[in-house]
């Protein structure tokens, strides 16, 4: 079997198919992770709103309760750790008009199971004493927890490789090899790479092969920046959120401020106007890293689709191809489930949650 693409998701593919002793080959046209993987900052955390649909929220529920035995699994097959540890969210208000906010959003949660308790002023500074001493009230999400994103790619490709899978890096797919109604495999260059599967899982561009299917792939990038500083001190306990973005320290001490959500097409490149909103962010949630240095901004593209749900599952009309693309701001989230569920789908066995609504054809019938 062919896999497309070597993100987070593409990997997680290769993994499973891997260990379920499947003869695996893996083409990623840059560097294993270095797309909207690289550029995530790598938070897991099961938050949901509103606008969250039943089936995402039990996706992201069943993949997060995957990650520790995952952890454990690619430390013991690869010797490295991809960074997995808690990192609870405290998410505040400084406004009467966002503390209203999140008293309805934490009732909404309560009532659909979330874990996530109510914090006065005072609790959470105590709890997070960085913050500014402005905040009125927060959210706290004791649960949540963050990785190395980039590293989790990397330890994932190289648990495949371990298991017999081959890599191919800065190897860029020119064409799918077709007979009829069947994806017969890839062409690359001059060679042509026969297989029984392949599975498309390129992230924001695996709309790129929508007309060579003659099937709408409506995955579109949709942009995201980040900036890292060095602060002064000790970092932060806690994941620090609000309406206005977001911060959270990694392990090397550095701490990220995120995210920008634009739609810019394919221009991955961070602006002076997103680094300036979001640098902004800072002295309103923690004021004294007002004085944090900074180390360097970067964006990266995310695949989203137009009902908010990834697609998971072979191409309607099509033999021989399956999609597991369009996981937004989920992708490491649901990286996990997606590769249990995808090599699941290819070995016949009967997948661990429906997929009904993830299944690609929904785009197609809409459009009949």
Not at 125 to 141: C, G, K, S, T
């Amino acid at each position: 079997m062919i896999v497309v693409g070597a993100g987070a998701i593409g990997a997680s593919i290769a993994y499973q198919l891997a260990k379920a002793g499947v003869k695996v080959m893996v083409f990623e046209r840059g560097r294993v992770g270095r797309e909207s993987t690289g550029a995530s900052a790598g938070m897991l955390q099961l938050n949901p709103d509103r606008s969250t649909s039943p089936p995402v929220y039990e996706l992201q529920m069943e993949s997060a309760r995957l990650y520790p035995a995952l952890a454990t699994e690619l430390r013991e097959r690869t010797g490295m750790d991809i960074g997995y540890r808690s990192a609870p969210l405290v998410h505040v208000a400084l406004h009467d008009e966002e503390e209203t906010g999140l008293r309805a959003h934490r009732a909404w949660q309560v009532d659909h199971g979330v874990s996530v308790a109510w914090l006065d002023g005072r609790a959470a500074l105590d709890l997070e004493p960085a913050l500014n001493p402005a905040v009125r009230a927060a959210l706290y999400y004791p649960n949540d927890h963050q990785l190395l994103p980039l590293v989790f790619a990397q330890a994932l490709a190289a648990a495949a490789v371990d298991l017999g899978a081959v890599l191919r890096e800065g190897a860029s797919i020119d064409r799918l090899l077709t007979e009829g109604d069947r994806v017969l495999g890839v062409a690359i260059g001059g060679e042509a790479v026969h297989a029984a599967e392949v599975v498309l899982a390129g992230g924001a561009w695996a709309s790129s092969w929508a007309e060579a299917l003659r099937t709408p792939i409506p995955v579109r990038p949709v942009r995201g920046q980040m900036v890292a500083l060095r602060t002064p001190g000790s970092g932060l306990r806690n994941v620090v959120s609000s309406l206005a973005g977001y911060m959270l320290t990694k392990p090397d001490g550095s701490t990220y401020v995120g995210t920008t959500v634009e739609e810019a097409g394919y221009d991955a490149r961070p602006t002076a106007a997103g680094i300036a909103g979001l640098l902004a962010v800072v002295p309103r949630l923690v004021p004294r890293f007002a004085d944090a240095t900074f180390l360097s901004a970067w964006a990266g593209l995310r695949p989203a689709t137009p009902d908010g749900r990834p697609l998971i599952g072979r191409l309607p009309g099509w033999h021989g191809v399956t999609l597991a693309a369009g996981h937004f701001r989920d992708g490491i989230l649901l990286a996990p489930i997606t590769g249990e569920l995808v090599a699941d789908l290819l070995a016949r066995r009967r997948p661990r949650l429906p997929l009904d609504a993830f299944d690609p054809g929904r785009f197609l019938v809409r459009a009949a």
